[in-house]
């Protein structure tokens, strides 16, 4: 099981940190949503950090779960049009 714990850490892992990579920012800039996107980004890349410093004190829990956090703040935000994403692949669930 501890086998199985620290894969699924390190995919979504790499998954976060692959679509902060992909993720442009879709409003223009000077709007409100603009400002919006960038908090959300600032949010997955403080989890994304948080998850890697979780993992490096041998944490996969707390590490599972920031770089499960971080994803939904990208992916809730790909959803909404604060991104502009890629619609195929697994990165985000936007169809």
């Known amino acids: 099981m501890a086998a199985d714990l620290e894969e699924k850490t390190n995919r979504y892992g790499e998954l976060l940190a692959e679509a902060l990579k992909a993720a442009t920012v879709a ?6 949503l603009h400002e919006a ?3 959300c980004e600032e949010m997955a890349a403080s989890y994304l950090a948080d998850g890697r410093h979780f993992r490096s ?8 779960a920031a770089f499960s956090y971080g994803h939904a703040w990208l992916d809730a935000g790909a959803r909404i049009g604060l991104f502009d994403v890629p619609t195929d692949g697994h990165l985000f669930t936007v169809e």
Do not use: R, T, Y
């Open 57 to 64: 004190e041998d944490d996969p829990v707390n590490a599972l």
């Open 27 to 32: 409003p223009p800039e000077g709007s409100p």
């Open 37 to 39: 996107a960038h908090e």
